[in-house]
């Protein structure tokens, strides 16, 4: 990767460079039912891992609503989970994190994957707000994560880690280390 491919999501003093990157080019399901290529920046160290998973998810015809690298949003990470997309590195710190602390994005090492059928919930504030369609989980649609559904198996087979347990889920979120 270069600093101009990454473009807005890349800047000076973030914790990993665009030489610790890789764009990957993944085939994907799409919730129209036919297949879509996508774009997803990761970790150099996790892109063969990551290569697996979508293989695994477009085998089982998990759909994915959009995969746009997050500079296609301008590097907002609200306006990419707006858009319902799946993306991965992203120099930002944890939202909310005070002090401010590098996200698992920053360092191309999470996933937030079809972030509206997976929102993020503290408390009564859902992220991205149309995402409170979702949050009976007991009710199973397509694209959404939880425990014994196909992106769940994917990611676990490869040892990352779902933030749809925390306290305040994340259900969006794979990590590999859990942050």
């Known amino acids: 990767m270069t600093a101009a491919r990454l473009g807005s999501s890349y800047r000076a003093g973030c914790p990993v460079g665009p030489a610790a990157l890789r764009l990957l080019r993944v085939s994907h399901w ?32 998990f759909p994915v609503r959009r995969l746009q690298t997050v500079d296609a949003f301008g590097s907002d990470d609200r306006a990419s989970m707006a858009a319902d997309n799946t993306s991965g590195f992203n120099c930002r710190t944890v939202a909310g994190s005070s002090p401010p602390r590098w996200s698992a994005h920053a360092y191309g090492e999470a996933i937030d994957i079809n972030t509206i059928e997976n929102p993020y919930v503290s408390g009564s504030y859902v992220s991205p707000p149309a995402g409170a369609a979702y949050l009976d989980r007991s009710n199973r649609r397509p694209g959404m ?35």
């Open 145 to 179: 994560a939880g425990p014994g559904t196909a992106v769940n198996a994917a990611f676990a087979s490869i040892g990352w880690y779902w933030g749809g347990r925390w306290a305040s889920p994340d259900y969006q979120h794979f990590s590999k280390n859990g942050g």
């Open 30 to 61: 799409g919730f129209d039912n036919r297949p879509h290529v996508g774009e997803i920046v990761v970790s150099a160290a996790v892109a063969q891992p990551i290569v697996s998973v979508f293989a695994a998810l477009y085998r089982d015809r």
